[in-house]
């Protein structure tokens, strides 16, 4: 299956097969996220790109349907679905994220999503 574009870092993004080695590439701005495969007809592809800001982790990622936990993200996310739809449940609240309609600012909670086919922007930001 092919992938969405990313938002930047196309022609530097790392391409993966499977969810796990995709999780180890976004853990420098997610840290403890794993990803999981999803069963079904598509062959699981993930990219990823990523730079810092000054203090400020900036990641892009395009996904076969996934899902994804997240235990200590040590500090807080913005995230924006570009393409696709991603299901998040945090603090007992389901948040659906949904390309131009909103965008979700999530502290260091523990979390558990899952993603359609799509492509997301991710901003960490370490807040003392």
Same mark, same amino acid.
């Given at each position: 299956?092919?992938?969405? *574009?990313? %938002? ?10 499977? @969810?796990? +080695?995709? $999780? /180890? ?5 997610? *840290?403890? %996220? ?10 699981? @592809?993930? +990219?990823? $790109? /990523? ?31 570009v393409a ?42 370490d807040i003392?």
């Amino acid at each position: 299956m092919a992938l969405l *574009p990313l %938002l930047f870092g196309q022609s530097r993004s790392r391409r993966f097969t499977s @969810a796990a +080695a995709a $999780a /180890d590439a976004l853990s420098s701005t997610i *840290p403890s %996220l794993q990803m999981f495969d999803l069963p079904g007809p598509v062959i699981p @592809a993930f +990219a990823h $790109a /990523d730079l810092v800001c000054g203090g400020v982790k900036v990641a892009t990622n395009s996904v076969t349907p996934c899902q994804a936990t997240v235990t200590d993200t040590q500090g807080w996310h913005v995230m924006v679905s570009v393409a696709g739809r991603s299901e998040t449940l945090c603090d007992g609240k389901q948040f659906n994220l949904l390309p131009g309609q909103n965008m979700i600012t999530l502290p260091n909670l523990p979390r558990t999503s899952e993603r359609t086919t799509g492509s997301a922007f991710v901003a960490a930001f370490d807040i003392d």
